[in-house]
């Protein structure tokens, strides 16, 4: 039902940062709780960071003090802000959406590839 589409990926150098957004259409996301996910390859797709309807974030310890996720309901966007990046940040990211009564992500963007060299 709704339609999301990430951008901001690429390759940057250990330490760098990188800014991921996540632009929604066909639904307002004032409804829904956002969140951000990364797979590496041969590896479990897994939550990076979520952002409830009320602003609430969580991030998985791995990346607690680094990334910051942040939502805009009136632009519609959500963007992931990757800072000090290591090369076990390496992976395919994607943006997702839930509608705030479910308790799992079914709307999903195509991905953005992140590479971090070492």
């Known amino acids: 039902q709704v339609q999301l589409v990430e951008s901001g990926g690429g390759l940057v150098q250990a330490g760098g940062s990188l800014r991921l957004s996540c632009a929604a259409s066909?639904?307002?996301?004032?409804?829904?709780?956002m969140a951000w996910f990364r797979q590496a390859p041969g590896k479990q797709r897994k939550l990076v960071a979520d952002?409830?309807?009320?602003?609430?974030?969580n991030y998985a310890e791995s990346v607690k003090g680094r990334f910051t996720i942040s939502r805009d309901d009136a632009k519609n966007t959500v963007w992931l802000q990757m800072n000090s990046l290591q090369p076990e940040d390496t992976a395919v990211y994607s943006c997702?959406?839930?509608?705030?009564?479910?308790?799992?992500?079914?709307?999903w963007g195509q991905g953005t590839q992140v590479t971090v060299s070492a």
């Open positions: 997702a959406a839930k509608y705030y009564t479910l308790g799992f992500y079914n709307n």
């Open positions: 066909g639904r307002s996301l004032s409804m829904y709780a």
């Open positions: 952002i409830s309807v009320g602003g609430i974030t």
